[in-house]
């Protein structure tokens, strides 16, 4: 997947697609469902995941994801927390 343009979509929509994205993603690292109402250490993410997976986002996505968020809410929580 190529950096997404923000000129393009709006900061909402850029936001639900780097959700999409980082479910695929943890999906495939941890081999089990994951949704956006999970919580990232509930089902199995540990701090190696959320920085290789917050890289991956700031750079396709150009959104830094809080650690603090991504630790205390669900997923979803996390991403529209979003400035």
Do not use: C
């Not at 393009?8 to 936001?15: L, T």
């Not at 919580?39 to 959320?50: C, K, P, R, T």
């Not at 997976?53 to 700031?58: A, F, I, Q």
Request: charged share 20%; no cysteine.
């Amino acid at each position: 997947m190529n950096a997404v343009d923000l000129d393009d979509v709006n900061k909402e929509q850029v936001k639900a697609l780097a959700l999409q994205q980082y479910i695929a993603w943890l999906q495939d690292i941890l081999e089990k469902p994951v949704s956006a109402e999970d919580n990232f250490l509930d089902i199995g993410g540990h701090s190696m995941i959320a920085i290789a997976l917050n890289e991956r986002v700031r750079n396709e996505f150009n959104l830094t994801l809080s650690m603090g968020h991504l630790y205390n809410s669900t997923l979803s929580e996390t991403f529209y927390s979003i400035k």
